[in-house]
């Protein structure tokens, strides 16, 4: 008898810059510049959130998503800040999960009874060590199926990946950490490797 194939699984990750923000619809900006973040999410099994801002006696903003498993980080200012949201029809059974304050936060765990790393990250322009950190903890940790979600603050190419391709000298700095990165764990850009050459952004400047 033929092994069966895992279900498949739909991953979103996203950029919210403030997920209380990002939830409320402003009438006054042109609907082709925002996005509501929970229609989007309707499609997907597991997202990934970044800069959720989410303080320290402020989780209630989370009870706006009551059919996610969540885990997320807290932070006694309102910065920086990530998710991982599993939908709840989703077989999921717990093993446990790291949170690195200055922006990652890895769940392992099992989905539809595989095992899978799921990790959200946010590198901040400022940030120099936090990725050298989370590959060191990936490679003597994941086990699975590893899944990445994140704002690495670096485009791989200005043409494809920016409506302006103009290039931003710190941006250059972040690519370079961004690829030995990946490198270190060898992964790929999935969503580049299906989509090729179109252009879709989640956040417009002005």
Known sequence: MAASLPPKLRFLTWNVNGLETALRINPQRPPDRQKDVRKEMEEADVVFLQETHIKRGQEDVMRYFPEWLQFYTVFDEAERGVAILIKNTISFEYIHHREDKDGFIVLHCKLEHQPYTLVSVYHHQTDEAILGRLSEYLQNNATGMMVIGGDFNAAFSPFTDKKE??????????????KLFMRSLQLV???RRLHNFMRFYTFYRG
């Not at 710190?170 to 950490?177: G, P």
Request: charged share 10%; glycine share 0%; aromatic share 6%.
């Open 189 to 191: 850009d999935v969503w």
């Open 165 to 178: 391709p103009t290039i931003n000298q710190s941006h250059s700095v972040l690519l370079n950490r961004l």
